[in-house]
Nanobody
Framework: QVQLVESGGGLVQPGGSLRLSCVTS????????MAWYRQAPGKQRELVAR???????NYADSVKGRFTISRDNAKNTAYLQMSSLEPEDTAVYYC??????????WGQGTQVTVSS
């Protein structure tokens, strides 16, 4: 059974930082591209950042220079380090795992709220 479990969300003040984690099970983690998406109220889900199996990354323009995606294949875990957070970053953040052979798989989401 495939599971993606996100954690690390919460309430943070503007300018603050959070680190999200996505622990996976039931997949051969190193064979999967990992990504973080987010969905704000009334908006479509959007890609935030992706890290492919080679380690290459790409980011949405709105988070470049502020967010960093990484992965630890030994721990079957993907991370999203978020800094200089803005109220516009408020959303539910979802972890995604995809490969040419299986997936995509999604986590249940973790709420990030940026507010003073």
């Amino acid at each position: 059974q495939v599971q993606l479990v996100e954690s690390g969300g919460g309430l943070v003040q503007p300018g603050g930082s959070l680190r999200l984690s996505c622990v996976t099970s039931g997949v051969l983690f190193s064979f999967y591209d990992m990504a973080w998406y987010r969905q704000a109220p009334g908006k479509q889900r959007e890609l935030v950042a992706r890290i492919i199996t080679s380690g290459r990354t790409n980011y949405a323009d709105s988070v470049k220079g502020r967010f960093t995606i990484s992965r630890d294949n030994a721990k079957n875990t993907a991370y999203l380090q978020m800094s200089s957070l803005e109220p516009e970053d408020t959303a539910v953040y979802y972890c995604n795992a995809d490969s040419p052979y299986r997936g995509p798989y999604w986590g249940q989401g973790t709420q990030v709220t940026v507010s003073s």
